[in-house]
């Protein structure tokens, strides 16, 4: 018998919230297991030996140890095909794979901690500076993906059921909440956003609501 | 009748080249139509009209119009899936996804021309901080990658044959000697470097043997 599946997961981590959401919508039981990035925990044993990368999410499952949030979500796709995060047809597929990694490469790498904390260390950039640049790449990438979201015929992105598309969506929209990003030029996003925050998966895959949150108040 | 495939490039770009290579390694015959980044043809008609998110490449095929290249090679393995990109077994394909996806999103989006603009205009950034960036984030990356090349089994990354993963190492390390990364530290992705160098797929789809790249000299 299969173990129960461990997550390798931090609240306020964007790809942790993408796998969250993900398991979420398929249905799959799983263990949280909490590092904590603030004090570095990804660096050190025993995280270090379960991924050497020193990155979460990591999802060991099958007697698999993945790691990649979206290459993560491909493999629950291939070995756990309903309900599906992806069109099952290719042009649709790819088109929603593209909205995923036109946030997943294009926005959050550059906003990412790691990234703003070589700002301040190395580039003597202040707070507004360091907000001003992650706002200025989020708003230009959600320019982009509103452009997308207007066109849709469907309640969701890609269909009348949340998938791919939205597991890395709202993770960015909550960033894009923290750094302030005036939302109200991306109307059509605002929608699929406020249809994925009635939608169950997406509650109990929140931040908030996570083992490792700090208490509310 | 289906029409000839259309691929909107530019010689240099990272992400044309990734797809150049899937292309050639499926043996896919195509047209090759210039879009001039440094002229900002993607910013202007008739390439905005056919991306909207003015972004290269763009692969016109089977009567659809696709973007984001690891969206685009994940369209061609479903429709054309001989020879493989992916290895059959879902979790190396999860593991293989993983490698493109460490350098697709960790390392490129950091190091890509829009953000090194960014740096020098808004940060008042002047070249050797700017080179010290780019090389700093691709050796970060490049460290994680080596860590998965020395466990490697096979000639290539994933399997005996080139494949996704090389799709998108190829084109970064063609980068890292344009900000003159240090690669010593990096052995086992030499190694394969150096076979995909020998691959007929990979010289025909090299920047400098482009209709757009500049003549030699």
Same sequence: chains 1, 2.
Avoid at 35 to 47: D, I, S, T, Y
Avoid at 152 to 174: H, M, N, W
Avoid at 190 to 209: E, K, L, N, R, T
Wanted: hydrophobic share 45%.
């Amino acid at each position: 018998m299969m173990s129960t599946p461990k997550l390798y997961s931090y609240w306020r981590s964007t790809a942790s919230y993408r796998v969250r959401i993900a398991l979420a919508l398929k249905g799959i039981a799983y263990d949280y297991v909490p590092v904590n990035l603030l004090h570095g925990e990804q660096l050190e044993a025993p995280f270090k030996g379960i991924n050497p990368q020193a990155q979460i999410p990591v999802l060991q499952i099958d007697d698999a140890s993945l790691h990649q949030s979206l290459a993560i979500l491909d493999y629950l796709e291939v070995t756990r095909p309903a309900p599906a995060l992806l069109p099952a047809d290719p042009v649709q597929a790819s088109q929603a794979r593209a909205f995923a990694l036109s946030i997943a490469a294009d926005i959050h790498p550059i906003q990412n901690l790691r990234v703003l904390k070589y700002l301040k260390r190395e580039f003597d950039q202040e707070q507004p500076g360091i907000d001003a640049w992650a706002r200025h790449w989020i708003a230009l990438g959600f320019a982009a993906c509103e452009d997308i979201a207007i066109q849709r015929k469907t309640a969701f992105l890609f269909s009348d059921a949340p998938g791919y598309a939205e597991c890395v969506l709202i993770p960015q929209s909550y960033n894009a909440g923290r750094f302030g990003v005036d939302m109200t030029p991306f109307p059509a996003l605002g929608d699929v956003i406020a249809a994925c925050a009635d939608h169950s998966a997406f509650q109990i895959a929140h931040p908030d609501v996570q083992p490792d949150a700090p208490e509310a108040g």
